[in-house]
Nanobody, 118 residues
């Protein structure tokens, strides 16, 4: 069982910055994928950024503005968001995908709201 708790969301003006944090309740290994997804009202959930074994993938819409990082020893993953735009407004979810001897498991956080005003 893995619980994920996000924090750091809030209301900012366009051009501002936020740093999201996600804390995991269990040990996360480098080979386990950790990422951020977001879902705006009326839209499907989309991948924002993911990191696994040191390899990072970003959605095209956030490249150059967002940075994902993680500290496995602290069981934390972060998302630094700069130059925020109104289009970034969404609930942001932390996600982990685990590979264990018993099989693969996926877990989601409860989400944190990010609102960017014009």
């Amino acid at each position: 069982q893995v619980q994920l708790v996000e924090s750091g969301g809030g209301l900012v003006q366009a051009g501002g910055s936020l740093r999201l944090s996600c804390a995991a309740s269990e040990t996360i290994f480098s080979g386990d994928a950790m990422g951020w997804y977001r879902q705006a009202p009326g839209k499907q959930r989309e991948l924002v950024a993911v990191i696994r074994s040191g390899v990072i993938n970003y959605a095209d819409s956030v490249k150059g503005r967002f940075t994902i990082s993680r500290e496995n020893a602290k069981k934390m993953v972060y998302l630094q968001m700069n130059s925020l735009q109104p289009e970034d407004t969404a609930v942001y979810y932390c996600n982990v995908d685990l590979s264990r001897p018993y099989g693969r498991r996926t877990y989601w956080g409860q989400g944190t709201q990010v609102t960017v005003s014009s």
